[in-house]
């Protein structure tokens, strides 16, 4: 039988067939693996006294500190306040691709999308979703109700990618409807121009939103496993495009690298965690940077 840790690997997640348990036994599986918590529960934790001032509240007032000194001191919280998280879903049909997974790559994210809301709420978050291809198609508002994990799996488990998509648009959208700062998990392979996904993205943080991407590509499109003449196909428009495998893979790697070192390097100067993944890696580093994120913001 598989360990928890297990369980943070993508073939063997895969075998579980449903996804409120795929998502308990990842987070399960990273939690039983991390030697400290990054996080410490969200209880208040009281902190340190001051001198009462006149609009204070006086619920607020420390009596056992008046008997001593006779003099009114306030009780200071330090609270950590719940982060709003919104799942960002592309629903492109580049994101059903697999070459020799069991998952692909929109069934990685939406794994990894499970794991963090049943996490999120565990921690009593508002946690809510928006999915896009050429426009936004569904937008579940942030909760932190246990009964939210269940809307947002039903929802997930029912997503088909289809279609062309608009990244950069769809982003600047969702800005636009987001009222309160939240924090913004992007799932995506951003088979698309980055200028505009990169505009959107400083817009999101221009409106004072945390955002990490997590930049979701298969296995065989980090390696480029292929050999000989290959007949690739484009699956937003259809179009076949035959090769030499061998005589562009130099090519090929490097102009992924250069995509992932631009997205890495500007995504830091705007604040923007940026998680670049591929659909045999466990779910454990994804886990961890929405932790690290969650911890940053107090």
């Not at 993508?10 to 579980?16: G, L, S």
């Not at 936004?136 to 998509?165: D, E, F, V, Y």
Request: hydrophobic share 40%; proline share 4%; with cysteine.
């Amino acid at each position: 039988m598989p360990t928890a840790e297990q369980y943070l690997k993508p073939e063997v997640i895969q075998t579980v067939s449903r996804l409120d348990l795929r998502a308990r036994f990842i987070v399960e599986g990273f939690l039983s693996g991390l030697h400290a918590s990054p996080f410490h529960g969200f209880s208040v934790e009281f902190s340190e006294h001051r001198r009462y001032s006149q609009g204070d509240d006086l619920k607020d007032l420390d009596w056992l500190v008046y008997a001593k000194t006779d003099r009114y001191y306030v009780k200071k919280y330090q609270a950590e306040t719940n982060i709003t998280g919104y799942l960002v879903m592309d629903l492109s049909s580049s994101m059903a691709y697999t070459y020799r997974q069991e998952l692909t790559k929109f069934d990685y994210s939406i794994c990894l999308a499970a794991a963090l809301s049943y996490l999120m709420i565990h921690q009593q978050d508002p946690v809510g979703l928006f999915t896009f291809d050429e426009k936004i198609r569904h937008s579940l508002p942030a909760k932190s109700k246990r009964t939210q994990l269940g809307n947002i799996l039903a929802l997930l488990s029912k997503l088909q990618p289809a279609g062309p998509t608009e990244i950069a648009r769809n982003l600047k959208s969702i800005a636009a409807m987001t009222r309160h700062r939240s924090l913004f998990m992007l799932f995506s392979d951003l088979l698309a121009d980055p200028d505009p996904i990169l505009d959107s993205l400083h817009a999101l943080r221009h409106r004072g939103h945390d955002v990490i991407v997590f930049h979701v590509l298969d296995e065989a499109e980090v390696h480029f496993p292929f050999e000989g003449m290959v007949d690739l196909r484009e699956p937003e428009t259809n179009e076949n495009l035959v090769l030499d495998a061998d005589g562009i893979r130099q090519d090929y790697l490097e102009a992924l690298q250069e995509l992932r070192e631009r997205y890495r390097k500007e995504c830091f100067a705007a604040s923007v965690d940026y998680v670049p993944l591929n659909t045999s890696m466990p779910f454990d580093k994804a886990l961890l940077e929405y932790l690290s994120q969650r911890k940053a913001r107090f």
